[in-house]
Every structure is written in C-alpha cells, then in structure tokens.
C-alpha cells in the first residue's frame, strides 16, 4: 500500500505541522492542543510519538538534530521529505475529493431508538441538544478568537463547517422532538406534551 493512502488522521497531522517547520514531537502535541486539533484527531503525546516514528521509518520524515532543555530528556527535532510533502499532497486530495464512510455513532443510535420509551428517547435527545449547543458557542468563540488575531480564513475553515453541522443536527433533532411530542411521529409509548409554561389560574378564583 503507497504511503499517501496508509496515512492515519495523526499522520495528516503531523505532517501538515512539519510541513510548517521542522520540530520535536512535544512541541508538535503543544501547537495541536493550542489549535485545538484534538477535536479532530485522536491525539495523546505518546501516540504522537509513535505517528511521528512510524512516518520516520516510511521515509516520510527525517530527524535533523537532537536537543536538551534544562534537565529534560533529550528531544529529537524532525522535518518533512519530499516523499512525506507527497504522500501528504496525495491523502489530502483523496480526502477533500471521495466522500468516505466514517460510521459514526449517533446515525447508528437513530436507527435503533426505537427500542426506547419515547419519554427516555426524548430526554436523551434533550441533553445531546444541550451537549451540542455547548459545543456549538464554543466553535463560535474560536472563531472569533481567530478573527480577531487576524489568522487567515484559509486556517480554520474547519470551524465554520463544524458550525453547520452542529446546526443542521440541531435543528434536525428539535423537529425530531417537535414530532415525538405532537404525535406526528408514532412511537409504541406516546410522549406527553410539553408542559405550557403560561401561569394557571389560582384555584377557586372568583370571576
């Protein structure tokens, strides 16, 4: 199997940050978690070690030198080849081009939550809501953050399709309630209207 197709998530990664500039793996988990990439790839420092010396051995990377800080351990200092800008150039085009299925888990969930009570069904979409529009303000934050230190657009594009998406999922789901609760959605147990929050009337109020 050629490289460019044998890359993983941390490979892209890693090789998108050495194509920035040759560093150590430490410092490339530090910029992943400032950029917060890690809602993009798995990452842990170890497993970054591992992506960056299986890279290595694919003759995707190369070492230049090695350097000491203080007491810390001494820190190996990488860069991309010509080979690794290739198979990165590859996998990206492979990626941006062929849609792939990914089998993600709520789509699967969907499909079987039918075996649930409509009210356990409801309540759990509730808080996916609450998770997502968390999820949500925070990807809108970080776009802000990056408008405002003037990072290009070209940068964070992910942000803004992250953004759709949680709102397309949003909204898919409130009308998902929307039909549990006005019966328009058969479910084996019927889920009770939403209670009104208009103010009764006191009890034995006199006209």
Same mark, same amino acid.
């Given at each position: 199997?050629? %490289?460019?197709?044998?890359? $993983?998530?941390?490979? &892209? ?8 500039? %040759? ?17 993009? #790839?798995? #990452?842990?420092?170890? $497993?970054?070690?591992?992506? #960056? ?27 991309? $080849? ?6 990165? /150039? ?8 062929? =849609?792939?299925?990914?089998? =993600? #888990? ?10 649930? %009570?409509?009210?356990? &069904? ?17 990807? &809108? ?9 003037? &990072?290009?657009?070209? @940068?964070?594009?992910?942000?803004? @399709? ?16 929307? /039909? ?5 959605? =058969?479910?084996? /147990? ?18």
């Amino acid at each position: 199997m050629a %490289p460019s197709t044998d890359l $993983t998530p941390l490979g &892209v990664a890693s090789l998108a940050l050495l194509a920035e500039g %040759p560093m150590h793996p430490y410092e490339m988990y530090q910029l992943l978690m400032a950029r917060h990439e890690d809602r993009l #790839v798995k #990452v842990r420092p170890g $497993t970054l070690y591992h992506a #960056v010396g299986r890279l290595e051995e694919q003759a995707l990377v190369e070492a230049v030198g090695t350097g000491r800080e203080g007491n810390r351990p001494e820190r190996t200092t990488y860069r991309i $080849t010509a080979a690794g800008h290739e198979a990165l /150039d590859a996998r990206l085009k492979a990626m941006l081009s062929t =849609p792939a299925n990914e089998y =993600p #888990v709520f789509p699967h969930a969907i499909a079987e939550a039918h075996h649930l %009570p409509a009210g356990m &069904v409801a309540g759990l979409l509730e808080e996916r809501l609450a998770a997502l529009q968390a999820d949500l303000d925070f990807l &809108v934050h970080a776009e802000s953050e990056a408008t405002a230190k003037g &990072v290009e657009r070209k @940068y964070w594009l992910d942000l803004g @399709y992250q953004q759709a998406l949680r709102r397309t999922e949003i909204a898919w789901i409130r009308g998902l309630l929307a /039909d549990l609760r006005s019966g328009e959605l =058969p479910w084996g /147990d019927p889920l009770p209207p939403k209670p009104s929050l208009e103010p009764k009337e006191p009890v034995g109020k006199s006209s």
